[in-house]
């Protein structure tokens, strides 16, 4: 079976890729399988730069074909921030309590109805020859208050639309049957198959 290397060493996103790619005749490895791995400084301006930017260097380190993924909040009355930022929205060393922390007063006393963000995902595909992004995308709400315990970073947060859970109040096969890296996943899926 060929290998496919998911480029990242975030073990949430590893759960949630692998989950979705189960069925796939690859064999799924990650960057804490590989020794010395790149660490790549995600420093470009966009979710798609920073995503093509860590699959091509797990490729040329490793010569596996190299999946990333990039994801961003991105809320509405913010002007799109955190955006591509949304790992280090509190600083460089945030936690994701941090940055929870920091987006709920940044939305304290905001109307419900100015409350809008979306979840994008890009997914950059590198290996020989091969160089492809894909992108998906999820709409919902940010909460005036954390809930649920599931997941991992702003989930306790966003609530997407047409559901009253938040993220982390799903469990992975919920929150992998529709969300942003969900949609972003299924396209990855048919790159993955095409080649
Ligand atoms: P990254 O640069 O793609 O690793 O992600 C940036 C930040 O976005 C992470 O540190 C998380 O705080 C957040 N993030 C990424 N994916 C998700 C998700 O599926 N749910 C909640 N937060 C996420």
Do not use: W
Not at 139 to 148: A, F, H
Not at 164 to 178: F, G, H, P, V, W
């Amino acid at each position: 079976m060929t290998d496919l290397l998911i480029a990242t060493n975030n073990k949430h996103k590893v759960e949630e890729i692998r989950h979705f790619l189960s069925k796939l005749p690859f064999n799924i490895r990650s960057l804490s399988d590989i020794p010395n791995g790149p660490k790549t400084i995600e420093d470009e301006p966009t979710l798609q730069g920073n995503a093509l930017k860590k699959a091509r260097e797990a490729f040329q380190a490793t010569g596996m074909l190299s999946l990333a993924d990039d994801t961003g909040l991105e809320v509405f009355y913010l002007a799109m921030k955190p955006g591509v930022y949304s790992a280090r929205y509190a600083g460089e060393n945030a936690t994701y309590q941090d940055n929870c922390d920091k987006l709920r007063f940044a939305m304290l006393g905001v109307a419900p109805r100015r409350r809008k963000a979306q979840f994008r995902t890009v997914i950059a595909i590198v290996g020989k020859g091969i160089e492809r992004t894909v992108e998906g995308a999820v709409e919902g709400i940010i909460l005036e208050v954390l809930r649920g315990d599931q997941g991992f970073g702003y989930d306790p947060l966003f609530v997407p639309n047409g559901f009253s859970r938040s993220y982390a109040e799903m469990n992975i096969e919920e929150k992998n049957q529709l969300s942003h890296r969900a949609r972003a996943l299924e396209k990855a899926v048919e790159v993955l198959q095409s080649i």
